[in-house]
């Protein structure tokens, strides 16, 4: 090997040299034309890391991971890292009181099988909501006062109707709203009504401050519905969903029928890795323009400051040995990573729901390596 690496890989990696034509990088079993497949070596990524960390991901005794369920790694056009492991298929129930739903804990998770990405869904209602700027003739700078002329809070409370779609978008709405330590969310799913819940909620000033707030997304979607004047279901199913070739997803909506904006939705992990590359490619799939031009740009640059990192609109900015990258995260675990410089995308998911530290750390864990293995000299045998 021709580059120094981490002290910690050394020995496995010098053992795992004889076996490295055995090493099953793949697991699908039908191909997908929208994802080719490739070794990792053909795109110069370094194979003895890669082989490395599937022995950890499978060797939960040594390694210290739990419920890694997915791991896909595209790399400059090419599907060069699929694995799939058992695990729980367990999930939160949002209608009684965001609690932990326990399912099987010895699911097989394969390709066919849509995972619940909780968060992750706020970055699918970004994505949105570009599309429907573009038709709408909106703009993100659109307020509460044009969007909700009649609503009695937006008519009596100058405050609230200056709102901006950018706020929402942002986490700067300024509601005063903790739901990672208090429990407004909990509280949030027993009204029938998001929207005006949410306005009668005490707010600060809208642009003073960032709070997660999940309502935001949901009352988005509300307002995007409205605006395009049809259901949001169909509407992105025909502009986004069936473009990249989705087939097997599920999408809970809000009490009042519209489609949850801030999670509850699943997907399979190639159809995440879809998304992701479309973010890469800068809004474009297959030679069409999805996204409005600038859109991708404007969801991954920082447009906020938060104690979790640098935040764009329902992505978070993070930045690991040197790279620079963007993320879509749910809890459990679920991840979309795009790294514009490695020409690269991460997608995991994990079953380690309401336990932020360690799926964050195993996370971290995983993308170092897979940071590794882009920067490392390949084996001068693989290239």
């Keep these: 090997m021709g580059a120094v690496l981490c002290g910690a890989f050394l020995p496995a990696l010098a053992q795992s040299t004889p076996s490295q034509d055995k090493i099953q990088f793949h697991q699908h079993k039908t191909p997908d034309p929208a994802l080719p497949v490739q070794r990792p070596a053909t795109q110069s990524l370094n194979e003895q890391v890669l082989h490395q960390l599937l022995l950890q991901l499978q060797d939960k005794t040594t390694s210290g991971y739990q419920q890694v369920h997915s791991l896909l790694l595209y790399k400059s056009g090419a599907l060069v890292l699929e694995l799939y492991q058992k695990g729980n298929n367990d999930f939160i129930n949002f209608e009684q ?74 986490m700067q709405a300024g509601f005063v709203w903790d739901e990672w330590t208090g429990q407004d969310l909990v509280t949030l799913w027993q009204h029938q009504n998001f929207t005006d819940h949410l306005l009668q909620q005490p707010n600060t000033g809208p642009g003073k401050s960032w709070a997660y707030n999940s309502a935001l997304p949901n009352l988005l979607l509300t307002l995007l519905q409205q605006q395009l004047k049809q259901p949001l279901r169909p509407w992105a199913k025909q502009q986004l969903f069936d473009k990249l070739g989705f087939t097997n997803y599920r999408w809970d909506t809000q009490p009042d029928g519209v489609p949850e904006g801030s999670a509850r939705l699943w997907l399979t992990s190639r159809d995440m890795l879809k998304l992701g590359v479309l973010y890469l490619q800068q809004g474009q799939w297959q030679g069409e323009q999805l996204l409005p031009s600038g859109w991708v740009q404007q969801m991954t640059s920082r447009q906020a400051k938060s104690p979790a990192g640098d935040y764009g609109y329902y992505f978070w900015l993070r930045q690991q040995d040197g790279v620079s990258y963007y993320t879509a995260e749910g809890d459990g675990g679920q991840y979309i990573a795009v790294f514009p410089t490695l020409d690269m995308v991460l997608v995991l998911t994990q079953g380690n729901y309401q336990q932020w530290a360690l799926y964050k750390t195993q996370a971290d864990r995983i993308i170092q390596q897979l940071i590794l293995s882009s920067t490392a000299q390949p084996d001068p045998d693989r290239s």
Aim: avoid cysteine.
């Design 97 to 170: 009181g965001i609690k932990l739903v326990k399912g099987s804990q010895d699911f097989v998770w394969t390709a066919d099988k849509p995972h619940y990405v909780a968060s992750v869904t706020k970055a699918v209602t970004a994505t949105l909501t570009g599309i429907a700027l573009q038709q709408t003739g909106l703009t993100v700078d659109a307020t509460l006062a044009q969007l909700l002329p009649q609503h009695p809070v937006i008519k009596a409370d100058p405050l609230k109707a200056s709102i901006s779609l950018h706020q929402l978008l942002s």
